[in-house]
Each structure stands twice: as C-alpha cells, then as structure tokens.
C-alpha cells in the first residue's frame, strides 16, 4: 500500500513538472514579438491605371480589406481577401482617376483582435509622382547607394528594381541590375558590365530556364516551353556575356531576363549585335551595357509558358499575357586606357522589332531621346559633368563600333 502511495505521489508530481514546462513554454512563445505589417510597394501612383503588389507579414490567420475616404472603394480591388501567414506578392490593381482631384485608399489588414493599415493615394490626371521621393520603396536601398557605371537614372515610379550577382573563387560580383514593369509582365531595361572576368569560359549554357527566384512563379513569367505566337525567349543579359561560372549563368535563364522576340531578329541581327559588343568589349579594359525594349506601343501580345517547370500543363487561367517590343536597344560604354581612340567611348544602338530591321547607330543622347532614359548617371562622378555630357553627345566612333 505505501508502494502505491509513492507510485500515485511520483506520477503526480511528473504531471506537475510536465504543466510547469508546458506553461514555462507557452509563455515564451507568447513573449515572442511577432511582425504584424502591411505595406505597398508605391505609396503614390499616377492617375493611369495600373497594378502594385501588397505585402503582408503575419503570423496567423488575417484578412485584407479597403477603405476610400467616404467608406467603399469601387475603383481598386485587391486579388486575395484572406490567408495564413506571410505572403509578399498580393495584387492591388486600380482604375484610371479620371476626377479632377487626388484619391486616397486605406488597405487595412486584421488577425483576430488586431489590425493595421497603410494608404495609397491616386494623384489626379496630369500630375505625376515626384521621382526617387523617400517614400517610394521601389529602389532597394543597396542599389540607391550603388555608384556602378552601368546604371540607368532608377527614377520611374511605375518600374520596380532588382539586381542580381554571384560568388567566384571567394570573390563576390555583381551580375546584373534591372528595372521591372509587374504589369507588364516584363523587364524594360537590364544593366551590366562586361571584361573578360565575365566572358572566361568556365562553363558551358546551362538552359536552366527558371521563374525569377526574388518574384517567383505569381509574379513572373513561365519561361519553359516558349512563348506562344512561335516567339523565341530572347536573352536581355546574353547567356554568352556569362559563361565564367555555372551561377552567373544560371542567372540569365531567369524569366526576368528575357522577353518575347521575333526568331530572325533574335538568332541573326541581334546575335551578330551581342557578338559584336563581346569583341569591342574584349579590346577594352571595362565595357558598359544598358539592353533593353520599348513596349508602350507594343506589336502583339503573347501568353508565357504553357508548362510549367516539371513539364505538366498550366491552366490557362494560370497563363500571363505580355507584350511583344515594338523596339529593342542598347546603350553601350567603353573604357580603355591606352586605346587610340580616347579613354571613354559610347555608342546607342536602336532597332524596330522586325526580321529585317535596319540598325541605327547613334549617340547616347539620342538614345535618350527615343527611349526616355537617361544611361550611366555615375559617369559623371568619374570624369567629371562636362566630359560625361561631351562623351554622351558624341557620335559613335564608326572604327570602333561598325
């Protein structure tokens, strides 16, 4: 009997430790500081119509509404109302603001007994953002104190912008930067330098075709199977610009780095392009590329992948719509110490996006022109304003860049 008696005290006073612990725990999970946010990536947006992603971050169940300043809101709605967890590619799209006056709305996010908000507002018709303003999160902050040459003017609000690099031989480099339309589908603008720590051959194509890892599959195109419409999946960053190591390729398989092209102005004039800016930049001590499209006018539309990564077949709701380039450029900078045709020289090329499409060689000015860009801001920071604005007017070199 005074056995059992000892059995009941000792199994009662296991139960007692095992609450402790379990309250013990309970109570450091709960001093845990759990983020409970919401956040858009443009607190301010044009009065054309558009689209921008909402972030949440929450640890539990939450639900996301909106708010106009006289309640309802019929002219934004928002792609998911609800979920669990974390979740960074939310779609707010809007409507054009045809008033004569600015709107504001209120995403507004709750989990449980909690919420929080941030605001959007809409400016009215014919005013514009300021650009680069502190509160337009859409140049990360590494990038807004990069100094790169290659670097375009990040200033358009309506672009978001990512940048990409790799580790070789215990060396990090940056690989690429570039500016992002999410609605569109597609990358306006990709920059990079380009000397022979890039073009060594390491390795050969991988053809790793991927989703863009920072964006993923929501948010950017299926690469796949190609284009519909018989489009080929023609590279901004040339596959061959980065064949020093196996992850610095593998990066311009990135569905971000590519866009729907026309087959012959892809495998001939714009392949003898890339293979021409390879030997230029191979006789040069540094070379800078700014490549990309103009799709304001776009020629067509086209549907991304048909499959996805395993080879299945998507759903055809799954299928984003992009548009086809009405034009394709390149604004290109060359550096070389001891070249007979002075230290620093550029060149603008421009081409319709046509099977046949002549080539127009101009100056970086003029490419700004016709593009609206304004390539290598920093240049000026190495030689200074007056030379950077001589060396951005000056007619391309003929002996050089034909």
């Not at 998911?80 to 409507?95: A, E, H, P």
Request: hydrophobic share 35%.
């Amino acid at each position: 009997m005074i056995k059992y008696a000892l059995k009941i005290r000792l199994v009662i006073a296991q139960i007692v430790v095992c609450c402790l612990f379990f309250l013990s725990c309970t109570k450091n999970d709960d001093a845990v500081v759990k983020v409970f946010n919401v956040s858009v990536t443009l607190q301010k947006v044009s009065a054309e119509e558009g689209e921008q992603i909402v972030k949440v971050k929450c640890g539990d169940n939450w639900t996301l509404s909106l708010n106009g300043e006289n309640g309802e809101v019929d002219w934004a709605r928002l792609n998911v109302s609800g979920g669990v967890g974390n979740k960074t590619n939310v779609r707010l799209s809007y409507d054009a603001n045809e008033g004569d006056a600015d709107r504001v709305l209120t995403i507004i996010l709750r989990s449980g007994s909690k919420s929080v908000s941030c605001t959007m507002t809409q400016l009215r018709s014919g005013v514009l953002p300021e650009p680069g303003e502190p509160d337009s999160p859409n140049v990360p902050a590494d990038l807004k104190k990069a100094k790169w040459i290659e670097l375009p003017a990040m200033n358009d609000p309506n672009l978001e912008y990512y940048s990409y690099s790799f580790s070789m031989n215990g060396e990090k480099y940056r690989n690429y930067t570039f500016g992002w339309s999410q609605k569109d589908y597609t990358t306006v603008w990709v920059a990079y330098p380009l000397w022979s720590t890039y073009t060594n051959k390491g390795v050969d194509r991988t053809n790793k075709w991927a989703y863009d890892p920072t964006l993923g599959p929501t948010l950017s195109p299926a690469p796949f199977d190609g284009y519909a419409g018989n489009y080929d999946r023609g590279h901004l960053l040339p596959s061959a610009d980065r064949l020093c190591c196996y992850d610095a390729n593998v990066q311009t398989f990135y569905s971000t780095n590519i866009v729907p092209q026309e087959a012959k102005h892809n495998q001939v004039l714009w392949e003898s392009l890339e293979g021409k800016i390879r030997t230029i930049a191979n006789g040069a001590d540094s070379t800078y590329i700014v490549t990309g499209v103009m799709i304001k006018n776009p020629i067509d539309y086209t549907t991304d992948s048909t499959k996805d990564e395993f080879g299945n077949r998507r759903n055809s709701s799954e299928l984003k719509t992009l548009p086809v380039p009405s034009h394709f450029f390149k604004a290109v900078l060359r550096y070389g110490k001891a070249s007979t045709f002075g230290q620093w020289n550029a060149a603008g090329f421009y081409y319709k996006h046509e099977s046949n499409a002549e080539q127009q060689l101009v100056s970086i000015d003029k490419l700004e022109e016709l593009t609206g860009l304004d390539f290598f801001v920093n240049l000026a920071s190495v030689v200074g304003e007056d030379q950077a604005a001589k060396i951005e007017a000056s007619a391309p070199n003929t002996s050089i860049w034909q």
